[in-house]
């Protein structure tokens, strides 16, 4: 039961809903709210089979391109190491990504904002771990993805309630937990290769 616990605060962490929150407003404040639903709904649609897909497919993926899980540990804890980093002292405004009279399709919403890289390096690399638990991966799985939608579809609210303060607070205190994890999830790999 603490496996599911962690791996959902992991996933969710990754996710991080509250951090882009600003950032889907943005992109979606051109849509009226119905529309907005829509393809807030699609898109995590799109990044759920996405993250299925990595989920399922990760030791394959591992197999066929010859990685070891060390590097995939070490790899994975170095992204969300950067994303941290990213996420305590945000550099740039991702909400001009796209142009106001553009509805957005996988890019930028399901990939990479929900679906990036770290957080599909750490599907594989749970899937590779615990490839006999993966009814429990799925479940955490998606306990995370149904908390991050329901942030994301009460993101007025959560907006008006935390304020911009807030939300940059609460932000940058997930960034400091990811980086706890991503150090931790570096070590592991460190110390899975030296005992080779």
Known sequence: MNKIINTTILLF?????????????????????????????REMFIALILMILFLFGGEHILLLLNLKTESVSIAGGIILYLIAINMIFPVSDTSNILLDSEEPFIVPLAIPLIAGPSLLATLMLLSHQYTNQMQKLIYALLVAWISTVVILLLSSFFLRLLGDKGVNALERLMGLVLIMIATQMFLDGIRSYLTI
Do not use: A, E, H
């Open 13 to 41: 962490l990754i996710m991080d809903p509250i951090g882009n929150l600003p950032v889907f407003m943005s992109i979606l404040k051109n849509l009226n709210r119905t529309r907005q639903i829509i393809v807030l709904c």
